[in-house]
Every structure is written in structure tokens, then in C-alpha cells.
């Protein structure tokens, strides 16, 4: 039997009705990653980056093309339906963190599964062990550096076990080489048979990925 793509997208396009005229995000896309596969994305701001992005965690909906995250069409799902699809299989990486303030290192990765009841906080200090912040998880954002704060973002996109992490632009508020240190820890998540696809604009990221796509005008290259 043949593996299932974690994350598939076909004919792919994404159309904004405007005042005057259409704007065409995306224009017939057609991307796949493959499990534990590091897959990134480039292109100039207005390329559509951010929307495949928003498609692809189901944040945003297709004008046309199908869908599929891990063998299943999520093309049209009800909005409470792509929260559960998004909770059971997607992890989320931001480049300004997105971490509560008020929150220490360790409630901020656990807080994904405080909202459904759950409250995995030994799994939370687990992943805050791996990522090397152990030391630092009663600590709060304010307390931490800029490579720290995204080390506890990437603990929290891992606390609900996604088969794929999206992470935009997560390199672009670092320096070279706090930027490696995270670059290396998505090396070792595909080990682990996570998939992981990131949008930017950092070329350091290419050199880890295993596979390099350029957005322009909507069309994948």
C-alpha cells in the first residue's frame, strides 16, 4: 500500500474579488510534501505566500482545487471542522512568536491542550527539555531572547502531535546563527516523520530544506 501524503494541494487557486477587478492569489497550484520532509517556500512580498500558507492550515478557503491532509479532502469542511482538523494535525510557527506574556515558558507550550481540557504539562516540560529550554520553563517571553521565544514556540507547535508544521517566516526576526539553532531543530522533527514547510525569505533556509519552491504571481515554480 502506498504511504499517504501528509499534505497535498491540486489545481489549487485562490481568487479575492475586489472593488474593480479580481486579484489572483494563487493560479493553479499543485504542491505535495512528503512525511518528514523539509519543504520550503520563497517568493516577493505579493507573490502569494501567505496565502498558500493561510490554505494549507486551513485558514483560509479555496476558490477552486482540492485539499488533502493526510489522504483526506478538507477542501470544504465547516469552520468548526477545519479546528478539529487543524488541532489533530497542524502545528503553527510564527515569526513574531505569538506567545502570551503574561505566561511562562511552560504554560505557553501547554496552553494548546489547556483549551480542550487536557493540560498536558509533563509533555510541555518534555519538549521544552528537547528543544534545551528545561532550565528556562518558569521563565516569561519578556525573559527570554529572541531564539528562546521561538524555541517555545516550536514546543508548543509539537504539544498536540502534528503530522505537519507551518512556520512563516521563522528565521526572519533572528541573527545567522540562532537562526541555524532552528533550522537544525526542524532537521530533527522530519526525523521524526513530521513534515514541516516554511515560508520565507531567509536563503539559509534552502540550504537545510529538502526541497525549494518559488512563488511568483500566484504560480508555484
Known amino acids: 500500500m502506498a504511504a499517504t501524503i501528509p499534505l497535498e494541494l ?41 496565502t498558500l500558507l493561510n490554505v494549507l492550515g486551513l485558514l483560509d478557503s479555496l476558490t477552486d482545487g482540492t485539499l488533502w491532509l493526510e489522504g483526506k479532502d478538507v477542501t470544504a469542511l465547516s469552520v468548526e471542522e477545519r479546528t478539529e482538523v487543524r488541532r ?3 502545528g503553527f510557527i510564527f515569526q ?11 504554560e505557553n507550550v501547554e496552553l494548546p491542550t489547556v483549551f480542550d481540557g487536557r493540560g498536558e504539562r509533563e509533555r510541555a516540560e518534555e519538549l521544552l527539555d528537547r528543544v534545551g529550554l528545561g532550565d528556562r520553563r518558569g521563565h516569561k517571553p519578556p525573559e527570554l531572547s529572541g531564539g528562546q521565544c521561538q524555541r517555545v514556540a516550536i514546543a508548543r507547535s509539537l504539544i498536540n502531535r502534528p503530522s505537519v508544521l507551518l512556520a512563516d517566516e521563522p528565521t526572519g526576526n533572528l541573527d545567522r546563527d540562532t537562526g541555524t539553532v532552528i533550522l537544525d531543530e526542524f532537521q530533527r522533527i522530519t526525523e521524526e516523520g513530521v513534515s514541516v514547510v516554511v515560508v520565507t525569505h531567509d536563503q539559509l533556509v534552502s540550504d537545510y530544506a529538502d526541497r525549494r519552491f518559488d512563488l511568483v504571481d500566484g504560480d508555484l515554480g
Do not use: I, W
Not at 513574531?96 to 511552560?106: E, F, G, K, Q, S
Open 88 to 90: 489533530e494535525y497542524l
Open 96 to 106: 513574531d512568536y505569538h506567545l502570551v506574556p503574561t505566561l511562562t515558558a511552560v
Open 10 to 50: 491540486e489545481a489549487a487557486t485562490k481568487r479575492y474579488e475586489g472593488a474593480n477587478r479580481a486579484v489572483t492569489a494563487l493560479d493553479g497550484v499543485d504542491f505535495r510534501v512528503g512525511s518528514g520532509e523539509f519543504v520550503c517556500l520563497f517568493g516577493p512580498s505579493g507573490s502569494g505566500k501567505s
